[in-house]
């Protein structure tokens, strides 16, 4: 059931961030008890503040449009958008939702079970499913549509299982921001008529990580993580064994205390982004050998660190103008 307080501008300081409480604070009572639950929504009206009364107007509209749905099939990754969706999704519709997962070899078992764990923690409804994109060649080839062929199979098998189970809708994490990115997966999304509530709200990445800061999600601040084919340099062909190189080299990566950080693979080649915060802590010669030898073992020939460090989207830039230009293309 939608939340019905909202702030106002026009109110005194106080009795707004009262009425935060009843938007955001909300969110967060439903987990942890007495002393805890005090200080998640202590910290609700904090961080809820961040993203201003817009942020708390937007999650309103995102619970009555949720709610107009009836009953709907999120697509979930574990990531802070899809989270907080299925999240919102759960508290509002109760039964009538239920998280999909997608189980495939370009999902890292590190996020996947994260995914579970968060799923069990608010006693979501979930259900994994698995995914056959790499048997698709159009997938493998691994061009710039390469996005737009996994989310058309997800979709395809998400149809499958909505008929099944009887569910009306399917939404998926869009977000306000990534309207304006090179995100072939959503021209996948219109052609299967998925909604992107989040989008539609006018919720923006920043906004989903307050909303989910203050609902007591573990993710809020986790790092974006995208598939593991999305490491693959483009023209070369995506596979099992592929994919698992990349994610042995990013376990390896983490093991030696770096948080945000990529592997990309360019054959013989592993080129590291690691976040510019913590490049400095990589640029010693212990560290530089030690990433070495940990890719290597994963079995790169040669290891090379990017002096850009960590950037989303990295791959794309090797990608022509008016390919990038098409954006949701």
């Not at 698992?244 to 013989?268: K, N, W």
Request: charged share 30%; hydrophobic share 40%; proline share 3%.
């Amino acid at each position: 059931m939608a939340l019905k307080a909202s702030p106002n501008s026009d109110l005194p300081t106080r009795d707004r961030r009262e009425m935060q409480i009843g938007i955001i604070g909300a969110m967060a009572a439903s987990r942890g008890t007495g002393t805890e639950r005090a200080k998640e929504q202590e910290s609700a009206v904090e961080y809820g503040a961040d993203s201003g009364a817009a942020g708390a107007e937007k999650l309103r509209a995102l619970e009555e449009r949720l709610t107009k749905l009836g009953s709907l099939m999120v697509a979930y990754s574990g990531g802070v958008d899809s989270a907080f969706l299925a999240g919102t999704a759960h508290r509002v519709l109760g039964s009538a939702m239920v998280a999909v997962l997608a189980d495939s070899p370009s999902l890292a078992r590190r996020d996947m079970e994260q995914a579970c764990e968060f799923a069990r923690s608010i006693g979501m409804r979930l259900e994994v499913i698995a995914t056959e994109e790499l048997d698709r060649p159009e997938y493998a080839r691994n061009d710039a549509s390469r996005c737009f062929h996994c989310k058309d199979e997800l979709f395809l098998v998400m149809e499958g299982l909505r008929a099944k189970l009887g569910f009306e809708h399917i939404a998926y994490g869009m977000n306000a921001d990534d309207t304006r990115d090179f995100r072939p997966g959503q021209r996948a999304a219109e052609q299967h008529e998925v909604l992107a509530p989040l989008a539609e709200a006018g919720l923006t990445k920043l906004e989903v990580r307050a909303l989910a800061r203050a609902a007591g999600y573990p993710m809020w601040d986790r790092p974006a993580a995208p598939c593991l084919s999305s490491r693959v340099e483009y023209g070369r062909a995506v596979t099992r064994e592929v994919l698992e190189q990349v994610e042995r080299g990013e376990e390896s990566l983490r093991r030696l205390g770096f948080r945000e950080f990529r592997v990309r693979h360019h054959g013989e080649l592993a080129r590291v982004e690691i976040a510019r915060d913590e490049l400095v802590r990589a640029l010693t010669m212990e560290m530089l050998d030690a990433i070495t030898a940990a890719l290597k073992r994963t079995g790169f020939k040669y290891v090379t660190l990017d002096c850009q460090g960590f950037r989303s989207g990295a791959m794309n830039a090797v990608l022509p103008a008016e390919v990038l230009q098409r954006k949701g293309a």
